[in-house]
């Protein structure tokens, strides 16, 4: 990964959620949520499965429309804004499963660049001079951000021949090519190997050092979360049930309970019966990696439809 990139001069503004309540048919996603990310910060979203993480994502990349509460980016209201509106005031995602189109790691990172190109269809099917320039200038700023993010020496390779550590490089890469104020980055080391999680992680941080860019991040791995995040916010059933530094989260009993399922069950009555034994999955199966705290992603839940 090259540390050798032009930070463009922008203003970051804080990211706010206030009260923010989705509802599908009758279930509550989301329950009132509220936090802020902080300008230029890595800021966590973590919570067992179901927590209502996805949900959020999509909320604030315009896909979900509130029931109550609001979303604002600096001085602008994005609660009911659609998808691209969203995109252009500097928001970029990337998603839990991988999206990338067949082609070239060159041509799946000039997607990133389609609402910062100022030449219509004409001048570009015609290859007018200033086309021809705008799309030089994008090539050297994406071949720019490729050297960044460590896919330099695969830049004119195809997307369908890389492993798939390399493949979830090229899904950031491309959101960065839109020179977002705001990252969103959804589950961004699920499937990776020990060494290619490390250098995720390094990534991210060099993003938030370099580029001074905002990023909010749903991550299972709460290891990295606890050794990148400035500030944690944890979801519980939809519910925000705590936040701070990672030492104080880590620390915090509301949140043990909601990935360990302790504290919160009365102590057994000695000369009770014992109750039969069920088959359902309990909320202590977060320490075996089954259940709701477990390491698989939110995409099968109701919230993610």
Do not use: W
């Not at 509130?66 to 998808?83: E, N, Q, W, Y």
């Not at 004409?122 to 050297?147: D, F, K, M, Y």
């Not at 519910?239 to 880590?250: K, L």
């Not at 359902?280 to 705290?293: I, K, L, Q, V, Y």
């Amino acid at each position: 990964m090259s540390d050798r990139i032009e930070t463009p001069t922008r203003e970051v503004p804080a990211l706010v959620v206030e009260g923010a309540t989705v509802r599908f048919a009758g279930l509550t996603a989301m329950d009132a949520v509220s936090f802020t990310v902080a300008p230029g910060t890595i800021h966590a979203l973590i919570g067992p499965n179901g927590a209502g993480k996805s949900t959020c994502f999509n909320v604030l990349s315009g896909v979900y429309r509130t029931a109550s509460g609001c979303v604002r980016f600096g001085d602008v209201d994005v609660t009911a804004l659609p998808p691209h509106r969203i995109a252009a005031l500097g928001v970029a995602r990337t998603f839990q499963n991988i999206v990338l189109t067949r082609g070239t790691v060159a041509h799946n990172l000039m997607l990133g660049r389609h609402t910062l190109t100022r030449a219509g269809f004409t001048a570009t099917a015609l290859r007018l001079p200033s086309a021809v320039r705008e799309q030089r200038r994008h090539r050297e700023r994406v071949r720019e951000i490729a050297e960044f993010t460590g896919l330099g020496d695969r830049f004119d390779t195809q997307v369908d021949l890389l492993p798939y550590g390399d493949r979830k490089r090229v899904e950031l890469a491309r959101a960065l090519c839109m020179e977002p104020k705001l990252l969103l980055l959804d589950e961004p080391v699920a499937g990776m190997n020990t060494a290619e999680r490390v250098a995720m992680a390094q990534t991210i941080t060099a993003i938030r050092d370099t580029l001074g860019i905002s990023i909010l991040i749903v991550e299972h791995d709460m290891g990295l979360i606890m050794r990148i995040a400035d500030e944690v916010t944890v979801l519980d059933f939809g519910r925000r049930i705590g936040g701070g530094t990672p030492e104080h989260v880590q620390s915090d009993p509301a949140v043990i309970r909601a990935y360990l399922g302790t504290g919160t069950e009365p102590a057994p009555d000695p000369e009770s019966e014992p109750e039969p034994e069920s088959d359902e999955p309990t909320r202590a199966d977060a320490t075996t990696g089954s259940g709701r705290g477990g390491g698989a992603d939110d995409a099968n839940t109701e919230e993610n439809r």
